[in-house]
């Protein structure tokens, strides 16, 4: 059973920065890719970034690109999701959830699997 718990939400100003972090209960979290999801009310579950197995190739979505920045520690089995520049468009419930393949990499919500339960982050303006 594979359990991710997000953590590190909360209320900010725009312009200002969080930093999320999921934390994995998982023995081969080091051989998936790890991925950041968020979703506004009404609105569909879009991709943020992810990361690669190894660490070595992140990967994210055109709205926040150059602002957050995904990292991973293998030895924690920790990802992280640093976000910057915030801006109310950004305010969503955050998920954390692994990859149904070790080894592959992609951004498509299905292919996806094991969610953590999302974490709030509110930007006011």
């Known amino acids: 059973q594979v359990q991710l718990v997000e953590s590190g939400g909360g209320l900010v100003q725009a312009g200002g920065s969080l930093r999320l972090s999921c934390a994995a209960s998982?023995?081969?979290?080091?051989?998936?890719?790890m991925g950041w999801f968020r979703q506004a009310p009404g609105k569909e579950r879009e991709f943020v970034g992810a990361?690669?197995?190894?660490?070595?190739?992140?990967y994210y979505a055109d709205s926040v690109k150059g602002r957050f920045t995904i990292s991973r520690d293998n030895a924690k089995n920790t990802v992280y999701l640093q976000m910057n520049s915030l801006k109310t468009e950004d305010t969503a419930v955050y998920y954390c959830?692994?990859?149904?393949?070790?080894?592959?990499?992609?951004?498509?919500?299905?292919?996806?699997?094991?969610w953590g339960q999302g974490t709030q982050v509110t930007v006011s303006s």
């Open positions: 959830a692994r990859r149904q393949a070790a080894y592959t990499m992609g951004q498509k919500v299905a292919d996806f699997g094991s």
């Open positions: 998982i023995s081969t979290f080091s051989s998936y890719t």
């Open positions: 990361i690669s197995w190894s660490g070595r190739t992140p």
